[in-house]
């Protein structure tokens, strides 16, 4: 399927086109922007660790563990646009209210995972989903979280919420979810 427009990310700083420039990409699924950032191949998200850029040396980080993490009441799951990953306005209430849970749980590390629908490819939307939860974790550094506290993986379309082929559904599956680390 085509691109239904160039995606950007929170407040256009630093965000780019996922596609490429108008179609679809096959971009490396294989980690992407910063340390503690995954992209899950297949729903797989066990054992291994990704690869990040540290000034001149290769830095292994550590796979985050979706077993160790759970849900709670207190952080809300944020949409997105078709084809998007920037935060829209009534999303960036519900993170800004997210990060005032956080900083009422200090000792909370966080897993932030990124969610697409089922149109496009596999490898097209793992970036997709890469970059919505990156979208999300970039929001709340602006807000004051340490990024040491939060961690993101990118299930693609590997997990939705609602399999249905309608608009409403997909709407539904084009999130990035907000997980807690259990102590």
Request: net charge negative; with cysteine; aromatic share 6%.
């Amino acid at each position: 399927m085509g691109a239904g427009g160039g995606a950007q990310g929170v407040g256009g700083a630093g965000a780019e086109d996922v596609s490429g420039g108008g179609g679809r990409s096959d971009f490396a699924a294989g980690g992407g922007g910063a340390a503690g950032s995954n992209v899950a191949r297949g729903g797989a998200a066990g054992g291994a660790s990704s690869v990040a850029q540290s000034g001149s040396q290769l830095v292994a980080a550590a796979r985050p563990q979706p077993k160790e993490f759970g849900g709670v009441t207190g952080l809300q799951d944020i949409h997105f646009d078709f084809d998007k990953y920037v935060i829209r306005p009534e999303d960036a209430q519900l993170l800004s209210a997210n990060a005032e849970w956080l900083r009422d749980h200090p000792r909370a590390v966080i897993l932030i995972e990124g969610h697409c629908d089922d149109r496009g490819t596999n490898e097209y939307n793992l970036a997709l989903g890469n970059h919505r939860a990156e979208s999300a974790l970039k929001y709340l550094l602006s807000r004051g979280i340490a990024r040491t506290r939060m961690s993101t993986l990118s299930y693609g379309e590997e997990r939705p919420l609602c399999t249905e082929e309608t608009e409403e559904c997909w709407a539904q599956n084009r999130r990035a979810h907000f997980l807690v680390k259990r102590q």
